[in-house]
């Protein structure tokens, strides 16, 4: 096991320093202060990355309406890195965005219903705790959509291309 290793400075290098203590430092303390400070940038990258998956996904999916869509990222913007939650309101999501509450409330449960968000209200006084969902399903179809309208996009490209070489 190691052990902490003290630093010191045996003499003092300068008159100014005359009569200070040099300051102790815990090398074993100092490493695993930066090892934890690098594994929470870690973290909080990675969920970074995971709601910017979220969103791009949610943006693709063709079933959700544009006011749905709006609603989710602003809904997942709020979504707190360390508990995984947004305790955001309605009534605050329709302030952002500018709509009524009815339709952020709409809009809410057309996501629910699409699986991409889950909540529960824990008494009646609180706000939703709502989480982003993110399901096989979901990601399937979405990818199946888009390479689809890939697939169309190329053959109305040869189509052109074989137009062209004709004339």
Known sequence: MAVP??????RPTNKASVGRTA?????????????AAAEKAA???????EKLTWINLLMMDRGQQ????????AIVQTIN??????????RVIADRL???????????QALRDGEWLAWHKPNPRATNRTKMVLTEKNIRSVEDYQTALKDQRDFEASERR??????
Request: hydrophobic share 35%; glycine share 4%.
């Open 43 to 49: 973290a909080k990258k990675s969920f970074t990355s």
């Open 5 to 10: 290793v003290e630093v010191t400075r045996a």
């Open 98 to 108: 500018g709509i009524c509450v009815r339709t952020v409330i709409t809009s809410r």
């Open 66 to 73: 544009p006011v749905a869509r709006l609603v989710g990222i």
């Open 162 to 167: 074989r137009r062209c070489s004709k004339s």
């Open 23 to 35: 300051e102790i430092i815990d090398i074993k303390k100092a490493a695993s202060d930066k090892a």
């Open 81 to 90: 890195e360390e508990i995984k939650v947004s305790k955001t309101s309605d």
